[in-house]
Structures are given as structure tokens and as C-alpha cells.
């Protein structure tokens, strides 16, 4: 199935319906890279200047000593984040699936070049520094000392854990809040209710 957008002609999304990879693992994950990088040259030519491949584990990629024997042992996942002029964008990413049997993309999701021209267009100038940004971060921390039960390591730790709330909250409601973000444009504080 492939999804195609109507204004720029571009693959949205791409999955292949075939369920009969069986067989013994032949490509390594630097080899389904390879795969998924020629996929990419081919339906996004442009994506080197926009989207990082993740380096960091993901979940999957920490249990997936546990999964050696399921179905998802048989595919690679790689999930690349979008870029803006060196900025990440929140919650868009583009992520390939390549099977490990046979090096074909089994799924891909892209991010849309409309939003990637919307964003392009917007000439954000950040007038605090990330110095800033961290001081007024820290001045809303505090920490909660609490028994935590850590699975891992199958026993209770004591920890500090930290609480970030408004320190000017006068209305007990209000106390519900928590930090979300330092708005880079305005310096603004951006608490969300939880």
C-alpha cells in the first residue's frame, strides 16, 4: 500500500503487505541502513538537509535481546527525526522498517514536505540564550525524596525526583501544572495541567 500526497506527488507512506519472509538473517543493520538510505534517495532526494538518523537505543532496541526469537528479530527499525535549520521538531520523524531476511522496506512513514516548506518559511530569531533557557528551568525544579522499586535490579533505591511546578502559584488548583517548555522567541515559561 503506498500513500502518496496529492499537492507535491511525494510517497507519505509506503507498507508492504508480504508475510512470507521466513528464513535465516542475512543483513546486519548496517546493511538494512544501506537499504533504507537507497529508499529514501529515491522518494525523499532531499532528506539528508532535513532528517538525522537516531543513534540512541530505542525500546525496541533494548528488549530486543529478550525478542530474539519473535517476529520483530527478523527487522531493523530506524526512526529519523526532522530538522529545521539544526532545530528538531517535536514529535516529527520519518521511520523505515527493513527486513533483515530479505533487505526489503517493509514500511515507511515520512513527514510532509508541506510542513517542511511551512517551517522553512518561519524566520524564528531565539533571543534567549540556552544558558538562559536552563537558569529559568532550574528555577522551577524541585525534587521529591521517595522509595522507587527498580525491576532491573529487583530492589527499592531512594531517589530524588524531580518536580517542576510554577513557584509563583498562589490558587491550590493551579498546582497541576507542570513545565512543558521555554518558548525560544519570547523567553515565555509554557506550563501544560497535568
Known amino acids: 500500500m503506498i500513500q502518496i500526497d496529492k499537492l507535491t506527488g511525494r510517497v507519505e507512506s509506503y507498507h508492504n503487505n508480504r508475510t512470507d519472509q521466513e528464513g535465516k538473517v ?11 538510505e537507497v529508499f529514501l534517495q529515491r522518494v525523499f532526494p532531499e532528506y539528508a538537509e532535513y532528517l538525522q538518523l537516531e543513534v540512541e537505543r530505542t525500546v525496541m532496541d533494548a528488549h530486543e535481546e529478550e525478542l530474539e526469537e519473535t517476529e ?17 521538531v517535536k514529535l516529527e520523524r520519518a521511520s523505515i522498517i527493513v527486513c533483515k531476511i530479505t533487505g526489503e522496506v517493509l514500511l515507511y512513514r515520512g513527514v510532509s514536505m508541506e510542513l517542511i516548506r511551512e517551517l522553512k518559511a518561519c524566520r524564528f530569531e531565539v533571543v534567549i540564550s540556552s544558558e538562559e533557557a536552563l537558569s529559568r528551568y532550574v528555577d522551577q525544579l524541585e525534587v521529591d525524596l521517595k522509595w522507587f522499586y527498580d525491576d532491573r535490579t529487583r530492589s527499592y533505591r531512594l531517589i530524588f525526583d524531580p518536580i517542576l511546578t510554577p513557584k509563583e ?15 525560544a522567541k519570547s523567553g515565555e515559561l509554557i506550563w501544560c495541567r497535568t
Open 169 to 183: 502559584t498562589k490558587v491550590a488548583h493551579e498546582t497541576q501544572r507542570t513545565l512543558e517548555y521555554i518558548d
Open 26 to 36: 542475512t543483513y546486519t543493520r548496517e546493511q538494512c541502513w544501506n537499504r533504507a
Open 72 to 88: 520483530l528479530n527478523d527487522r531493523e527499525w530506524f526512526f529519523l527525526p526532522l530538522f529545521i535549520d539544526q532545530y528538531r
